[in-house]
């Protein structure tokens, strides 16, 4: 028995190929195929708890929700790779000069953007501006229509349908007209 263990042990520590001067064996490639199927499994366990836990105490929309669990499960699937390529002495290092160069230029042609999504993301937790509004920003008034993690769209009072970017909902001053339909709704109950 002890010599059948030994065969396999030495079938799967058998050098497949080499990259980087490095042995790469059967036993080595279950072994990368083990940690992404953890990784893989953690990021399905763990995003479900998340929006139960964390996201269920915050009232943010399905699309935020969405977006920061899909965030969450690309970070761990993308930790597990890691590790799981690293498990076998491969040095990710060198990536990490072209991907903090890559990193700094999509930071400067992103910031807008990043702007608008996280101003949206305080919008709509915070609900400062809610569908249904009568609002003026700029010196144009109009009905709030949607919310959206990166703009607002907004029908103007002659009909005209416009977009603005929620980081305007930040840095311009909003005067809200007369509250939403459903406010209103809920204050007659009340009544």
Do not use: H
Request: hydrophobic fraction near 45%.
């Amino acid at each position: 028995m002890d010599n059948l263990w030994n065969e396999i042990w030495k079938v799967l520590n058998t050098s497949i190929t080499q990259i980087q001067e490095r042995d790469l064996s059967l036993l080595s490639l279950i072994q990368v195929v083990l940690i992404i199927f953890i990784a893989w499994f953690l990021s399905r366990t763990l995003t479900p708890m998340l929006r139960r836990v964390i996201l269920g105490r915050v009232e943010f929309g399905d699309t935020v929700e969405n977006s920061i669990a899909k965030g969450f499960r690309f970070t761990i699937l993308f930790i597990g790779i890691y590790v799981a390529i690293s498990s076998i002495g491969f040095d990710l290092a060198i990536l990490l000069v072209p991907l903090g160069g890559l990193s700094v230029g999509i930071g400067f042609g992103a910031q807008d953007l990043a702007k608008n999504l996280i101003a949206g993301v305080i919008t709509m937790s915070e609900q400062r501006v809610r569908r249904g509004q009568v609002i003026e920003i700029r010196g144009m008034r109009g009905t709030v229509e949607s919310i959206g993690l990166r703009s607002t769209t907004v029908r103007m009072e002659d009909g005209i349908q416009l977009m603005l970017a929620n980081g305007d909902f930040m840095s311009q001053p909003v005067k809200i007209i007369s509250e939403s339909d459903d406010d209103e709704e809920d204050s007659k109950a009340a009544d």
